[in-house]
């Protein structure tokens, strides 16, 4: 399956999910912003994931949006989710403004 997402997306890397552990488990990773933007948060917009992860997916493109519309950076470590992804949470609030 990540085989097939990083042809279609044509970026990434698939990994280890944690290279220190006995965790065999991998990871398809994107780190470039543009290839989340352009080419990973469409597909999963399209096509959304068919579990509980949806609701993070929601919350981690509302992140990469804020970021890449000056609204949040980098270096801002004050951002938090408004409420927990169990509590289906998908504000971001940083500092006392919500995005």
């Known amino acids: ?3 097939l997402i990083a042809q279609r997306l044509d970026c990434g890397r698939i990994t280890k999910n944690h ?13 470039e912003r543009s290839a989340l933007l352009n080419k990973a948060i ?10 509980t992860k949806q609701r993070d997916f929601e919350t981690f493109a509302q992140i990469v949006r804020a970021m890449a519309n000056g609204v949040l950076s980098k270096r801002d470590s004050r951002f938090y989710l408004t ?11 940083v500092g006392s403004r919500d995005i």
């Open 19 to 31: 290279r220190a552990s006995s965790d065999t488990c991998l990871v398809f990773v994107v780190r």
């Open 1 to 3: 399956m990540l085989d």
């Open 42 to 51: 469409p597909l999963f917009e399209d096509q959304p994931l068919i579990s």
């Open 83 to 93: 409420r927990p992804f169990h509590e289906g949470g998908v504000g971001v609030t």
